[in-house]
């Protein structure tokens, strides 16, 4: 009964709101007059501009429905038939009410998808994605480029990706997507699960292994590195290429913070061809042996600022590829992983460009490398100033190292270009190291050029394998201070067989 007499109250409070909506009508009616001539003049100046700028497609700035016509004036309507009431800028999407259910069982993918197609079309807008809920998610592009923008992809919960094969077709490079945006922002308190130890045990190991691995020779003749153990009887195979985690594409000014990246069945993060990129307060986590689990990997990116992040994985913690410039990390502990390295570059003859790269003040435990530069014998191309700067190692296997022979199976042939490489600093890199403390391994016919060697303190750690003096080959440089070891290998000044930058085929 309360019920009913609830629906009867309910109904008049409506008709009381009709009633009152079509009075405002009859006010709007009763300035019909200057309406008229207001809309006029907007309509030939929408002609102009349409004439203008051909297929310029013309956004419809959000404006309430009822706003004066002073307003209108500033915000043309291109048709009458325009809704009346289009989504405010800065509205919220939450996945749950698109019919979400966060139990991490049932697929939510399709939920997701309907309501990113609703937040793109709104300047601002957040989507939403509650804490509290676990989220099964397949395969997703949240894709522009007809995206508003400035959109906030709010992470508070956790997105799980499936751990069966049938969910991920043939072949994903990815599993979730950004792709043509501006202005995105991905925050939170929120985790993205690759729960990847299904790849991992599941795929036979055909993905590069650093070949640093060939230098560690156990004193006890144990293999230190084993391969991750091979299976072919598990129910589905996963398919042979093996998702990134997060990836972001063509994009400007996009930023992660807050949330966790964790288990990706291969990289976590990879910004492609961005243009301003954001990372801090990020925590992306993998166990140490899970294969080419990179942390965050840049490719074709510039402007890119990394901080204040903890990076713990199988492979490279910062992985920085061809096309980068304008990169600076900062405040990053890294380890376990493979430290932080430029490249690998040049491999299969390719030209690679990487400038302006600048890493200070990190923390590595228990890594493979500190900081790296690998380029493969046949490239072409340049690496032109980098910096690494107050390097805490802490029991890290090669602290320093440039290897421009790098070569991920067990014969490459040798050639003679190579990714030249110049203008290089390490300075105040200290801490301990477990096999070799620098290793400068540079091109026979592109010597390293101007590679300065600064406050480098490092104490060696027996664990258990050989350990060698420091070590360099073609490289050119300084010594700015006393270093421990002493390092007597740099060769001082420039090479006989100098190069010029111009020759390298990267632009200045
Ligand atoms: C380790 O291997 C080397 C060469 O393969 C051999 O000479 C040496 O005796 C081995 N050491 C032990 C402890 O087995
Ligand atoms: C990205 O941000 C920079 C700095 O705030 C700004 O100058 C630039 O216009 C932005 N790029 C785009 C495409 O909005
Ligand atoms: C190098 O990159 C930084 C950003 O990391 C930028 O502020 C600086 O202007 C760049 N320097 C040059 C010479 O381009
Ligand atoms: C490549 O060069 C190195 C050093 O000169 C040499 O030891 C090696 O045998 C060469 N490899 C091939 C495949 O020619």
Redesign the pocket.
């Known amino acids: 009964m309360g019920g009913f007499s609830f629906k009867k109250l309910a109904f008049a409070f409506v008709i009381a709101i009709l009633v009152w909506v079509s009075s405002l009508e009859t006010c709007n009616g009763r300035r019909g007059k200057h309406w008229r001539h207001t809309r006029g003049t907007l309509s030939s100046l929408y002609k102009k501009k349409g004439n203008n700028h051909g297929h310029q497609v013309i956004t419809v700035e959000k404006s309430k429905p009822k706003s004066k016509s002073k307003t209108k004036q500033k915000h043309p309507l291109p048709t009458p038939e325009e809704p009346l009431a289009p989504p405010q800028k800065g509205s919220k999407f939450n996945v749950l009410d698109y019919g979400a259910q966060g139990d991490g069982a049932s697929d939510d993918t399709k939920a997701f998808q309907a309501a990113w197609a609703d937040a793109c079309k709104v300047e601002a807008s957040t989507m939403i994605v509650p804490s509290g809920y676990e989220f099964l998610v397949g395969p997703i592009s949240f894709a522009g480029p007809y995206c508003q923008r400035n959109i906030l992809f709010q992470l508070d919960g956790t997105i799980i990706a499936p751990t069966y094969a049938k969910a991920w077709g043939k072949s994903l490079l990815q599993w979730l997507e950004f792709t043509k945006l501006v202005g995105l922002t991905i925050k939170g308190k929120g985790t993205i699960d690759g729960r990847g130890s299904v790849w991992w045990t599941n795929s036979v190991l055909d993905d590069p292994i650093d070949n640093e691995e060939q230098l560690v020779i156990s004193l006890d003749n144990i293999t230190v590195t084993e391969n991750p153990p091979v299976s072919s009887s598990m129910d589905g195979k996963m398919p042979s290429t093996k998702p990134t985690a997060l990836r972001f594409y063509g994009s400007f000014n996009v930023t992660v913070t807050g949330i966790t990246i964790q288990n990706s069945p291969q990289c976590h993060l990879k910004f492609d061809s961005c243009d301003g990129v954001l990372v801090y307060s990020l925590s992306i986590s993998s166990p140490g042996d899970s294969p080419n689990t990179d942390g965050i990997h840049l490719q074709n990116s510039k ?3 990394i901080h204040t992040t903890d990076l713990a994985c199988g492979d490279d913690c910062i992985s920085i590829q061809t096309g980068c ?4 990390v900062h405040d990053v502990n890294c380890g376990p992983g493979h430290g932080i390295s430029i490249g690998s570059l040049g491999k299969d003859g390719t030209t690679a460009c990487v ?4 890493v200070r003040d990190i923390n590595m435990h228990n890594t493979m490398t500190g900081v790296r530069i690998k380029t493969w014998q046949g490239g072409s191309g340049s690496v032109q ?1 980098v910096l690494f700067s107050n390097i805490h190692v802490s029991e890290v296997e090669f602290p320093i190292m440039i290897d421009q022979y790098y070569c991920d199976h067990s014969s490459c042939t040798n050639h003679t270009s190579a990714v030249a490489l110049s203008n290089i600093a390490y300075e105040n890199i200290r801490g301990t190291y477990t096999v070799k403390p620098v290793h400068v391994s540079c091109s026979d016919s592109k010597p390293c050029m101007d590679v300065r060697l600064t406050d480098i303190e490092l104490q060696p750690v027996p664990k258990g394998y050989h350990m060698y003096d420091p070590f360099c080959w073609q490289a050119f440089g300084e010594l700015y201070a006393p270093t421990v070891p002493e390092i007597s290998c740099l060769q001082q000044g420039a090479p006989s067989s100098s190069w010029s930058p111009d020759e390298t085929g990267c632009a200045a």
């Open positions: 402007n890119v600022l410039t304008d990169v600076y400038s302006n790269i600048t100033g």
